[in-house]
Each structure stands twice: as structure tokens, then as C-alpha cells.
């Protein structure tokens, strides 16, 4: 027990369990905001662990914590500030209940019911003198959306990632999280691998059975820790690495200069294409889920290059009708 409260931090005054208060308020699931419920304290400390070390100095931000299991766990190891977001007002008293206990911990806990989508960091965290942690067992529904809003303001550097140390702990699904992870070659390769991977370091945890959830999902979930890296891979503009990589990615079991391809308008996309790989040593007959980060990024070094001096191209879209295909 002794090494239980040290591997999870302070204890916190006695509480009644989580499955106890969401029976007592009555807080079913909504399908709608994704909601499936963790009330295992174990499983809920080991998400926390997953981030790291935690100091008194730095500040955590969950994204729903819904009835407050991991939110528990994240006050036990006692940062500075605790900043929750969650869209359902219906947490209200179980969130309040914690309150209390943060305060005689002296942590600062503020709540917002908001949106995670539209809630603006930079604002809450004005400075940056303290290191920040994303932690969250992700609503379905929104964690691709976020990932990727995430990585665009790791881009700019700004929003939670004004310094370079802002990692993030998140669930996903289990199948989502391979494809986060996926090695180059591998199965689960896509465009989601290949953008987690260009602004950050993404180690899977572990995976937590769909049963440990209630009600419980269709699939299992996966414990992801994204470490951003400290030498961003580019320093391309985030929309164009962003539209390079969709399209590579766009027909992904075929040669990936097909989906490189419709970068370009019809008339002349052969000749450009070819010319680009062979700028960029690239082979153009390696399948999208076989390239690396790097040759991606050199994939989108030379379209950059090329739309520098064709800027019409930019504006290119492959799926617009055909007489509007420079707009
Ligand atoms: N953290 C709790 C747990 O582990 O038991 C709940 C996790 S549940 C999968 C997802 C939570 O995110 C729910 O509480 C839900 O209301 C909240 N949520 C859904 N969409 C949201 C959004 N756009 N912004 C903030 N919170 C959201």
C-alpha cells in the first residue's frame, strides 16, 4: 500500500467512488459527447504516470474530465495549477467536490465549460515560465480534430506550445493509436503517422480493454504520450506540409506519385511529378505507407520550391470541375 501512495502521490481526503457519484447524480453517458467513463483508480493513475513527472511548479490541462477520475489522479501528484475543460455542465457538483480537495493540497483548480476545440490556451496561460502537461481521456469524436490542431499550433509554436516541453498523455482508439505510432512499412501507416511524427515523438503506453470503461466502447483504447521533439523536421508552413501529405496519402496502396500527382493540374502533371521525385530522390514507385517522414518532407520541399515560382498551382484542387482548375 505504502508503494502505491508513492507511486501515485498524496492521498486525497476520503471521496465517494466515482461509479458511486455518477449513480447518485444520475450522469449517464452521452452518446453524443462520446462519453465512456473510467472508474478504475488504477488504470486512471497509470494514464497520469504515463506523462511523467509532474512537479508542484507545473500545470496540468485535462480535457474532459468528466465525472473526475483522472482528474483524482493528476491532483495526487500535486502541480501547481490544475485547469479542467469539459463541454457537459452536468460535472458541475462532482467537479466541485474536488475543488475541496485541491485546496488544502494548495492547487489551483479552475474549471471552464467550454469546448476544447474553441478554448483558447494562450489566454488561461498567459506566461510561459511554467511547464505545461496535456492529459485526457479523449472523447472519440473529437481526438483526430484536436491531434491535428495540436500540431498546428506546435508549428507555429504558440497556443500550449510556446515552449518546447508541452507533452501530451491522451486515449485514442486503440486502432487510432497504431496508426499515431506506425513505423514506416508498417500496416497501420497513414497520414495521421506521418503528421504526429513530424512535430513530435509519439510512444504508445499501453492499452486499456474497452471493458474497463462504462458504458463500454466497441473497441479497446490506447494510452498515447506525444513528446514534442525539440528540432521541429521543417520549418514549412503547416497548411502545405498538411496538403502534401494528404495527397500522398490520398491512394495509398497505389505508386505514391499517383496521389502526389494531383497536386498539379492535368496538362503537364506527368512531367512535373517525375521531376519533382527526382528533385526530392524520392522513388516514385514506392507505395505512400513505405515513404519516411524525411522523404515527405522533401516531397514537400520541392512542391513549395515549385508553387514559388507557379504560384497558380497552390491554388489547384484536383476535385474541383474541370474549368475551374486554376482558380
Ligand atoms: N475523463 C473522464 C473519464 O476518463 O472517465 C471522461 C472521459 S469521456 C471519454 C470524454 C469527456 O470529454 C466527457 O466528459 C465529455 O463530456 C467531454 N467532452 C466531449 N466533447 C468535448 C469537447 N469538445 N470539449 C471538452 N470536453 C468534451
Keep these: 500500500a505504502a508503494a502505491r501512495v508513492l507511486q501515485s502521490g498524496m492521498r486525497l481526503p476520503p471521496l465517494p467512488t466515482i461509479r458511486e ?16 467513463f473510467l472508474m478504475d483508480e488504477r488504470l486512471t493513475d497509470k494514464i497520469v504516470k504515463s506523462a511523467g513527472r509532474i512537479d508542484h511548479s507545473d500545470i496540468v490541462l485535462e480535457v474532459g474530465p468528466g465525472p473526475g477520475g483522472i482528474t483524482r489522479s493528476i491532483l495526487r501528484r500535486q502541480p501547481q ?13 462532482t467537479l466541485q467536490l474536488l475543488r475541496e480537495c485541491a485546496k488544502p ?24 515560465t511554467q511547464r505545461l502537461h496535456l492529459i485526457g481521456n ?18 507555429a509554436r504558440r497556443g500550449a506550445f510556446r515552449r518546447n516541453d508541452t507533452c501530451m498523455t491522451l486515449t485514442f482508439q486503440k486502432e487510432v493509436a497504431e496508426r499515431i505510432c506506425a513505423p514506416v512499412g508498417g500496416e497501420q501507416r497513414c497520414r495521421l503517422s506521418v503528421m504526429s511524427q513530424i512535430w513530435t515523438e509519439p510512444v504508445m503506453k499501453f ?40 495527397h500522398i496519402f490520398s491512394m495509398r496502396q497505389k505508386y505514391c506519385r499517383r496521389g502526389y500527382g494531383t497536386l498539379f493540374p492535368q496538362e503537364g502533371r506527368e512531367e512535373v511529378t517525375q521531376n519533382l521525385f527526382q528533385r ?12 519516411s517522414v524525411e522523404q515527405c518532407l522533401r516531397l514537400a520541399e520541392v512542391y513549395s520550391e515549385h508553387i514559388a515560382s507557379h504560384p497558380e498551382v497552390e491554388k489547384y484542387d484536383y476535385r474541383a470541375p474541370k474549368n475551374a482548375e486554376i482558380l
Excluded: C
Aim: net charge neutral; glycine share 2%.
Design 280 to 291: 526530392a530522390e524520392v522513388q516514385d514507385t514506392l507505395r505512400s505507407f513505405e515513404l
Design 21 to 36: 457519484l455518477v449513480k447518485l447524480y444520475k450522469l449517464q453517458a452521452m452518446k453524443q459527447l462520446s462519453q465512456n
Design 105 to 128: 493540497l494548495n492547487i489551483q483548480l479552475d474549471t471552464y465549460y467550454d469546448d476544447i476545440l474553441r478554448f483558447n490556451i494562450e489566454h488561461h496561460v498567459p506566461d510561459t
Design 207 to 246: 492499452i486499456i480493454p474497452g471493458k474497463a470503461f462504462v458504458p463500454k466502447p466497441q473497441v479497446d483504447v490506447g494510452v498515447v504520450k506525444l513528446i514534442p521533439l525539440k528540432q521541429p523536421k521543417t520549418q514549412l508552413p503547416f497548411p502545405l506540409v498538411e496538403r502534401v501529405v494528404r
Design 138 to 155: 479523449l472523447p472519440f469524436a473529437i481526438s483526430t480534430r484536436l491531434l491535428i490542431n495540436w500540431y498546428e499550433d506546435l508549428a
Design 81 to 93: 495549477r490544475l485547469i479542467l475543460v469539459e463541454k457537459d455542465e452536468r460535472f458541475g457538483e
